[in-house]
C-alpha cells in the first residue's frame, strides 16, 4: 500500500489529529502573547527587573517536555489532557515572545523617544503611537519564532492524552510503523512551515499592526466556533486509555470498541506517557478505565514487596486498590510478565536460562527501558537474583527500539515483555526465569469506581472480556501491529469479530 | 483692570546648574533671556551646554538650581505635558516618526492637543505648503523617501503645526550640504518675520547664528562667554573664546 493510501484510509483520524493539533497551538500561542507582550512591556520599563525574568522563561523553556508533563500532572485542574498540555506548551512559547517584546522595545531610538515627549506625548501615548509600533516587527518575529516552536514542541502533547499530530508519532515509535511516523511527522512540519509564512507576511505587509490584529482575531474566531462546535456534541463519554506501547494500545482499542459494542458512547485517550500518568488519570476520573498489569500495580503503585503468587497478588491488588477509589476487574486472561530476549544465534550457543547470563555478564550489553532500572522487580533486583554482575552500563531506549537494536546488535540482551510480537517476528528466543524471579503480570482492567458506580452495565461491559484473550491471541495481535503494520483499532475490531 | 501686560520674555533661565552624574557640570550658573518675538541663538561647541539649557525650557531637563521662566511662567508651575504642546521642538535630523506619514508627523501636535479630526490633517497641509513642501506631493510620502533637507522642513513644520508661543531649535539645519542649509536657513527667517514666533535655537556654526539671531548668546562650558546682536559679536569679539572661534569659522 503506497504512503498516499495509507494517508487516504486515515483522512478523517488525520483530520481530527490535525484540526486538535492547531487549536493546541493556537491557544498556547494567544494565551503566551496575552502574557508575554503586557510582561515585555513592563520588563522593557525596568531593565534590572527584565534580567532575572528574561532567566526564569528561559529555564522554563530548557526543562524537558516529558519533566513538565511529570511536574504538571498532579496539579489540581490539570491532570491528563489538553490543559497540562497547554500550560506547558505556553511555558515554552513564553521566552521568544516576552524577550522580543523586551528587546524591541529597548531597541526604539532613543531621540525619538525624546521627541514624542518633546512634542508633548504623555508615557501612555508615547507607549501606544510610537514605542509600540515602532517595536512591532520584532515583537512580530518573536511570536513567529514562538508559533513554528509550538508546532513542533505540540506532538508531545500527545504523551498526556491531548492528541494532536504526535499521537501518530508516538504510535508510530511504539509499533515501529514509519508510515504512522511519518502520517504524524510531515503534517506537523507543513502546519510549521505554513505558520512561518503567513506570519512572515504579516511580518512584511505595509501595516503589520493591522494584519496581526486580522490574524489574532481570525485565531480567536476559529477557536469559538472549534469550541461551540464541540460543546453542542458533548456527552460524557466512557473515556479509555492506554500507556504507550503496542500492547496497551490495543487493547485500549479493544476496551473501546467492545463498549461501544454495547452500546457506550466511548472517547479513546490512548498512548499516555507510562504506568503513573495512567495511574494519576484514572483515579483523577480523566479516564475511566484501563487495562493494567497485577505485578506492576503491586509494585510500583502499591509499592508492595513482589510475591510470586498470581491469586495472592490480585486479592492483594484489588484490596489496595479499592482504598484508592478504583475498580480492579477480571484478569483478561494472560499474564504479560517481563521477558529477558536474545537473538537465536545467542540461544543456539548454550544461552537459554537467565542464570546462563552469570558467566557471559563480563561482556553482555544489555538494552532496557528507563522504568526497568528503577523498579522493585527491575534490573537491581535480578542482579541480586542471579548474581549477574553486568561490566557494560546497560543502554536506556524506547520500548519501541529495543527491538531493533537486538536485531541490529547494538545489545545482546534486552528487557521485553511475554507478549512482545516481535519476538515472534524476529524469531527471538525468550530466556527461561529458571529462579522464579519475576512475579504475576495478569492484564486487569481498572475502573474508576465513581464512574462505574454511575454508569450501570459499565463493569459488567467490561468484565464480559475477562479470560477471553490468553498468551498467544495477545502475542498474535502485537505481531498483527508490530510485524504486519496494520492499525491497533483493526486487529482488536477483528479480534472481537471472532473467528 | 487686573489682566498684566503681555510678557515680554518668552523664555528665560537665571543663575541655572546643572551636573550630571559623572560630577561634570554641564550648566555653571547659566542665565540668558529670549525676548518674544524674536531669535535667541546659543552658539558653542559640542559639550558646551547648549543643548541642555535649551531642554530645560521644556522640562526634559530639571535642574538641580536656578530659575527657570517659560512663557510667563515657572517651568514647574508648568504641567510639563501641556508645557510641551504650547512650545514648538525640532530636533536634529528632524526626528520624524518613522512609521507616520509627512503629514501624519505635522498634524501630530495638533491632533495630541485634541482639536478636531479634519482641522488637524488641514493644519497639517497648510505648513506643509508653508516650509515649501506642495502636500499633494508630500502628504503621502513616508519620511524614508524624503532628501536630509525636506526632513528638515517636515521637522520644523511639525514644529509649527501646534502654533507655539515659543519655538525650540536644537541644530535645526545641522546636517544638511551647505547650499540648502544657506537656503533653509533663508527660508525659515521669512517663516518666522511672518509669523512672530519667539525662538531659541542651538547651533555651532557661527555663520548660522551670525544670519539668524537677534540676539546670539556665545556658550563655552556651561557659562555664557558673550551675548548680544551679532553685530556686537562680530564687531567686538570677547578676545580669548568668542575670538578664535570666529576666525576659526573664517568670519574674521
Given at each position: 500500500m503506497s504512503f498516499l493510501a495509507f494517508l487516504a484510509e486515515r483522512r478523517a483520524e488525520l483530520f481530527a489529529l490535525l484540526s486538535q493539533h492547531v487549536v493546541l497551538v493556537l491557544v498556547a500561542t494567544l494565551v503566551a502573547s496575552a502574557v508575554g507582550v503586557p510582561l515585555g512591556i513592563r520588563l522593557a520599563r525596568s531593565p534590572s527587573l527584565a534580567r532575572p525574568v528574561l532567566a526564569a522563561a528561559g529555564v522554563a523553556q530548557t526543562v524537558p517536555s516529558l519533566a513538565l508533563f511529570g511536574l504538571l500532572i498532579p496539579l489540581p485542574f490539570l491532570g491528563v489532557g489538553p490543559r497540562t498540555a497547554v500550560v506547558a506548551l505556553v511555558l515554552y512559547a513564553l521566552l521568544p515572545i516576552l524577550r522580543n517584546t523586551v528587546v524591541g522595545l529597548q531597541s526604539v531610538d532613543p531621540v525619538l523617544r525624546e521627541a514624542a515627549l518633546g512634542l508633548g506625548m504623555t508615557e501612555a501615548q508615547r507607549l501606544r503611537m510610537v514605542d509600540l509600533p515602532l517595536a512591532l516587527p520584532v515583537v512580530l518575529a518573536g511570536l513567529r519564532i514562538a508559533v513554528v516552536l509550538t508546532v513542533g514542541t505540540a506532538t508531545i502533547a500527545a504523551a498526556v492524552g491531548a492528541g494532536g499530530l504526535g499521537a501518530y508519532i508516538f504510535r508510530g515509535i511504539a509499533t515501529v510503523d514509519a508510515r504512522l511516523l511519518l502520517a504524524g511527522a510531515i503534517p506537523a512540519a507543513l502546519l510549521a512551515l505554513l505558520a512561518d509564512g503567513l506570519l512572515g507576511r504579516v511580518e512584511r505587509s505595509p501595516r503589520p499592526a493591522r494584519a496581526a490584529a486580522a490574524l489574532v482575531g481570525g485565531s480567536v474566531l476559529l477557536l469559538s466556533v472549534a469550541g461551540a462546535a464541540a460543546h453542542r456534541v458533548h456527552e460524557r463519554p466512557i473515556v479509555v486509555g492506554s500507556k504507550n506501547f503496542t500492547e496497551q494500545l490495543v487493547l485500549g482499542e479493544l476496551l473501546a470498541a467492545h463498549l461501544e459494542a454495547r452500546g457506550f458512547p466511548v472517547e479513546r485517550r490512548l498512548n499516555l506517557g507510562g504506568t503513573a500518568l495512567c495511574h494519576a488519570a484514572v483515579r483523577s476520573g480523566a479516564i475511566d478505565v484501563y487495562v493494567e498489569y497485577t505485578g506492576t500495580a503491586l509494585l510500583d503503585v502499591l509499592k508492595r514487596p513482589p510475591s510470586s503468587d498470581p491469586r495472592g497478588v490480585l486479592d492483594e491488588v484489588r484490596r489496595g486498590y479499592e482504598a484508592l477509589g478504583l475498580v480492579v476487574g477480571r484478569p483478561l486472561g494472560f499474564d504479560n510478565s517481563f521477558a529477558l530476549v536474545v537473538r537465536p544465534a545467542a540461544a543456539a550457543a548454550g544461552?537459554?536460562?537467565?542464570?546462563?547470563?552469570a558467566e557471559r555478564a563480563a561482556t553482555v550489553r544489555l538494552g532496557l527501558f528507563g522504568e526497568f532500572l528503577e523498579r522493585e522487580d527491575g534490573l537491581p533486583g535480578l542482579q541480586r537474583a542471579y548474581g549477574l554482575r553486568f561490566q557494560t552500563a546497560p543502554t536506556e531506549m524506547d520500548l519501541g527500539l529495543l527491538y531493533e537494536a537486538l536485531r541490529h546488535d547494538r545489545v545482546d540482551v534486552v528487557v521485553g515483555s511475554a507478549t512482545d510480537g516481535l519476538i515472534a517476528v524476529h524469531g527471538l528466543v525468550v530466556l527461561e526465569d529458571d529462579r522464579r524471579y519475576f512475579p504475576p503480570y495478569e492484564a486487569v482492567p481498572v475502573l474508576n469506581a465513581r464512574r462505574a458506580a454511575a454508569e450501570p452495565g459499565l463493569g459488567h461491559a467490561v468484565d464480559e472480556l475477562a479470560g477471553r484473550i490468553d498468551a498467544a491471541a495477545m502475542r498474535r495481535m502485537n505481531h498483527a501491529v508490530d510485524g504486519e503494520h496494520r492499525s491497533p483499532a483493526a486487529v482488536a475490531r477483528e479480534f472481537l469479530a471472532g473467528p | 483692570m487686573t489682566q498684566s501686560a503681555?510678557?515680554?520674555?518668552?523664555a528665560s533661565l537665571a543663575d541655572v546648574r546643572k551636573s550630571y552624574r559623572s560630577g561634570?557640570?554641564?550648566?555653571?550658573?547659566l542665565s540668558l533671556e529670549c525676548p518674544e518675538g524674536r531669535i535667541l541663538v546659543l552658539l558653542g561647541?559640542?559639550?558646551?551646554g547648549k543643548t541642555t539649557a535649551l531642554k530645560l525650557l521644556n522640562r526634559l531637563v530639571t535642574p538641580d538650581a536656578g530659575r527657570v521662566v517659560v512663557l510667563g511662567r515657572e517651568a514647574t508651575a508648568w504641567d510639563p505635558v501641556e508645557l510641551r504642546r504650547r512650545v514648538g521642538w525640532v530636533v536634529q535630523e528632524g526626528a520624524l516618526f518613522p512609521h507616520l506619514s509627512v503629514l501624519d508627523n505635522v498634524s501630530l501636535v495638533p491632533r495630541l492637543r485634541g482639536l478636531p479630526e479634519p482641522g488637524c490633517a488641514e493644519r497639517g497641509r497648510e505648513l506643509l505648503a508653508l516650509v515649501g513642501l506642495p502636500p499633494e506631493r508630500?502628504?503621502?510620502?513616508?519620511?524614508?523617501?524624503?532628501s536630509g533637507g525636506e526632513r528638515q522642513r517636515v521637522g520644523v513644520a511639525r514644529a509649527l503645526a501646534g502654533e507655539p508661543a515659543l519655538l525650540l531649535m536644537d541644530e535645526p539645519f545641522g546636517a544638511l550640504d551647505p547650499i540648502t542649509r544657506f537656503g533653509l536657513r533663508r527660508e525659515f527667517a521669512a517663516w518666522q518675520r511672518r509669523l512672530q514666533t519667539s525662538v531659541v535655537l542651538v547651533t555651532h556654526d557661527v555663520a548660522e547664528a551670525l544670519q539668524l539671531g537677534d540676539l546670539v548668546a556665545v556658550m563655552d562650558r556651561g557659562r555664557i562667554v558673550q551675548s548680544g546682536p551679532p553685530a556686537e559679536i562680530r564687531e567686538r569679539p570677547e578676545p580669548a573664546f568668542v575670538r578664535p572661534f570666529l576666525e576659526a569659522a573664517g568670519l574674521l
Open positions: 544461552l537459554r536460562r537467565i542464570s546462563d547470563l | 503681555p510678557p515680554t520674555t518668552a561634570s557640570f554641564a550648566l555653571d550658573g561647541t559640542s559639550g558646551s508630500f502628504a503621502g510620502l513616508r519620511p524614508l523617501e524624503l
